[in-house]
């Protein structure tokens, strides 16, 4: 233990790293990407688990086939589209290319799937829309899934290096991760102050699992439950 604790490499970091600033660019992309994710998911899993077309089951392989292809096969094309599209050097750049996910699409389809069709039946009966099926229905009751979903969406948005830094090059627009890696100098590096600054920028982290530890914990010990 250090004799003198003191917490002056924090207060430097703070006020050297403009981590306000950080910390808003990476919570913004994580927030937004996180809230599309949960709804592209939803949406893209509801229709894979209920509606009865031949293609859908096509579709349903090409998107676990994703799964297998590196990050960085997909890298350049993304990058080309994302140029084309005049978001280069914009947070929306960083947030579009990451909403729909295999990982949350297949969470929810096993969820929904799991739903008898006579409750879908019954509510269409009563005169209910599919969009409000989904929404007032389908959603809620998916609550174990879209939290497990956003915990992880946030946590890879916000620990997301390699994107960020190919897709931003203005530092104002840096995100949490990419400001850290611009701390290493070629020649020396500041341990203080990326240590320091490293710490801080996992204290997001520690908040999320310490407010929604007791729903991590719900979703594991009923999700065996579900008949």
């Known amino acids: ?17 403009q981590f306000f600033k950080y910390f808003s660019n ?11 994710t949960i709804i592209a998911s939803a949406t893209c899993g509801f229709a894979l688990a209920k509606y009865r077309y031949k293609w859908l089951s096509v579709f349903f392989i090409c998107i676990l086939a994703t799964t297998m292809l590196p990050t960085e096969v997909i890298m350049s094309p993304t990058f080309t589209v994302i140029l084309n599209l005049g978001l280069y ?22 969820f929904f799937m799991t739903v008898p069709d006579d ?17 007032k229905l389908m959603l809620p009751i998916a609550k174990p899934i879209v939290i497990t979903l956003a915990i992880f969406s946030f946590q890879w948005r916000w620990n997301d290096y390699i ?9 104002n627009k840096y995100t949490v991760q990419v400001a850290l890696r611009s701390i290493v100098g070629a020649d020396n590096i500041n341990w203080v102050l990326l ?4 710490v801080i920028s996992l204290v997001p982290m520690i908040l999320l699992f310490i407010v929604f530890q007791r ?6 010990a009923s999700s065996g439950l579900k008949g």
Do not use: C, H, K
């Open 89 to 110: 050097d914009n947070l929306w750049g960083l947030i579009l290319p990451s909403i729909n996910t295999a990982t949350g699409i297949f969470m929810f389809r096993q």
């Open 195 to 198: 240590l320091s600054s490293s």
């Open 215 to 220: 729903y991590i914990m719900d979703t594991q």
């Open 26 to 36: 990476t919570f913004f992309v994580a927030v937004v990407s996180t809230l599309l």
């Open 119 to 135: 409750l879908l039946e019954s509510a269409r009966i009563d005169g209910a829309s599919e969009g409000r099926i989904f929404f």
């Open 1 to 17: 233990m250090p004799q003198n604790p003191t917490t002056d490499g924090y207060e430097n970091a703070w006020s050297s790293m």
């Open 163 to 171: 994107w960020p830094l190919i897709v931003l090059s203005d530092p």
